[in-house]
């Protein structure tokens, strides 16, 4: 049922006042394509929510928001080795994970606590404590909004990189709405725990040989310690990407600030956390009226009480400003501007 004037205020965790023109919730596909026929993509344009955890609504939406309702944990194809699932895009991610992890099939350990829904996990390409989605991505399905048709996109077709795929592409915002999404897990996995805290965690609890479960809970706590909880203060995770700049960028960095976070992407390029950046101009903790960046977690942009979309955004603009003229780095949003 199509819905008219529609609150989204608890559908975005930014907690934000703002109304879709029209709303839909989508629990099948045969819903989407009837929508489709109906023409109403045409006048309206329409944007797909999932768990609303990347998403700055400056103002009112006057198109059509979708939200995706699409339900389901399917094994496809089970080895000796590894299994083959299919997930609703609608599903919640994290709890997504859980599945799995409690199935005993590895690969999504360092994913685990991510928010949002399994549909946007391949728009960017989710990744964290060095492991990406398209580690374990076999294929997707979606929705076509422009041509009506249902198509199929293998991982090559994703063109997957550093948060980044295909559907980031200017051209195809807002084209495509992710039905199901189909993963390869491993059965007799290793997990990955050289990154970050997960083994200064998992020594501090005495485990010596831990298995997915146990990775999963230390990501789990490492992500709580630092990330404020949206029901609490509202906020959309990380706010802005990790740049990824030239090692003679880097260079002249390094030279004024020795301490700088540097990592190696390939032989020309290093990435730089966004959050470094933020704590060495002073932003970390600030706060400013209504809004910061977080006191624990610099990349996490705040809204501490009723601010608005615009007032975020103003924020938002202060910080890659200032980062900018220091740095000579201009920082971009990783969430979703809506204006
Ligand atoms: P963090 O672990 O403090 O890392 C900050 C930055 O340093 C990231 O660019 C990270 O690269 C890089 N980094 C740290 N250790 C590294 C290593 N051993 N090798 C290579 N690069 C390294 O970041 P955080 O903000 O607390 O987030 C924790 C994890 O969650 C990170 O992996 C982060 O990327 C991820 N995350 C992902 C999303 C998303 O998918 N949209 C959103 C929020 C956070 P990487 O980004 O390659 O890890």
Redesign the pocket.
Known sequence: MVLKNYPLDSLNTFGLKAKAALYCEIDSAETLASLWKSNLFVMNKPLVLGGGSNLLFLKDYIGIVLKNNLRGREVLQEGEESVQIELGAGENWHQAVLWTLEQGWGGLENLSF?PGTVGAAPI???????VELESVFESLTAFDMLYGTTVEFNKVQCAFG??ESIFKKTENKGRYFILSVRLRLNKHHQPKM???DIKAVLERKSISNPGIKEVSNAVIE??QS?LPDPAVLGNS??FFK?PVVSKTIAEKIRANYPEV?I?EVDEERV?I???WLIEASGWKGKRIGNVGMHEK?A?VLVNYGNATGAELWEHAQKVIDDIENRFGIRLQP?VNVIG
């Open positions: 991510i960017q390409n989710i990744g964290a404590y060095g550093y948060r050289d990154y970050g490492i992500r630092k995770g990380s990790n976070k990592f990435k956390p966004a959050g977690q990349l990783e």
